[in-house]
């Protein structure tokens, strides 16, 4: 049985308590849920007043107690006679489903095997996937000469001068120092690239016209009466500065647009 936590200040248990006066009048409804659990059932046609205030122990609190039950929405009464527990079977789907399992026999017991005279079927197609060994007599199906294609930047071992071995390059000097020289400026590229992603700014987005009047209204005193007038005219310039380079601070731009603007109705100073 699910009883919720706000029950206690729910609407219908206080319009209870007011027409009976008693605040402890709410466990008559406890007392009607709990018997419905006990009973497997919300619904019982033959149930009479009498029977009701029984189940619920109202004693001889006033109005009656299938009237104040189904005036504060707790019952329903059923044609042509019986009572039922409002919306009881909605709020306890879950045990109604059990009880209706548990008739059909319920689950099997673990160390039951309901399929025992099945045989399990060992699967066919689950073979390893085994690639062809090297040929280590072949030069080209040695490790140290396959190269990984999906990465850049990569200069097969063969290319490389071999131990007491000086290459030359064509502009002359150590060809392993200019390797090494190639190796360096390509990392310092990607170092690069990474530092300008990450610290790439976000994408501009147009405050709405209250986002900038509360701004404004922060400013000066009356500010915000110069929020529509900024943002027409930054629509008009598609939000781009007077140099024309895209705007980022729109705060800046609406504070010094309303300060100019302030100043050009008064003929003074800045406000």
Not at 127 to 149: A, H, Y
Not at 202 to 220: A, D, G, K, R, W
């Amino acid at each position: 049985m699910i009883v919720q936590p706000d029950f206690p200040e729910h609407w219908k248990t206080r319009r209870l308590v007011e027409d009976t006066g008693d605040e402890s009048s709410p466990m008559a409804v406890i007392r009607l849920w709990a018997h419905c659990q006990h009973n497997r059932r919300w619904m019982f046609p033959g149930m009479t007043p009498s029977q009701l205030a029984s189940i619920c122990h109202w004693n001889n609190r006033k109005p009656a107690c299938h009237v104040a039950l189904t005036k504060a929405g707790f019952v329903d009464k059923l044609t042509p006679k019986g009572f039922a527990a409002h919306q009881w079977d909605e709020h306890n789907a879950q045990l109604i489903q059990k009880w209706h399992a548990g008739e059909k026999g319920g689950r099997p017991a673990k160390t039951e095997n309901p399929n025992k005279d099945e045989q399990i079927e060992k699967p066919t197609d689950n073979r390893p996937i085994t690639g062809t060994k090297p040929d280590k007599t072949r030069p080209d199906q040695t490790k140290s000469e396959m190269i990984d294609e999906t990465k850049p930047n990569q200069t097969p071992p063969s290319a490389l001068p071999q131990s007491g071995t000086k290459a030359t390059s064509t502009t002359g000097g150590d060809g392993l120092d200019s390797f090494k020289e190639k190796m360096a400026v390509d990392e310092i590229g990607r170092m690069a690239h990474d530092i300008a992603t990450s610290k790439s700014a976000p994408p501009f987005q147009v405050p709405s016209l209250e986002q900038v009047e509360n701004h404004l209204h922060l400013c000066f005193n009356g500010a915000e009466k110069y929020a529509k007038p900024f943002l027409k005219a930054m629509s008009k310039s598609h939000w781009r500065d007077k140099q024309g380079a895209p705007v980022q601070d729109w705060k800046a731009m609406a504070k010094s647009y309303a300060a100019s603007a302030e100043r050009n109705a008064r003929g003074v100073g800045a406000p």
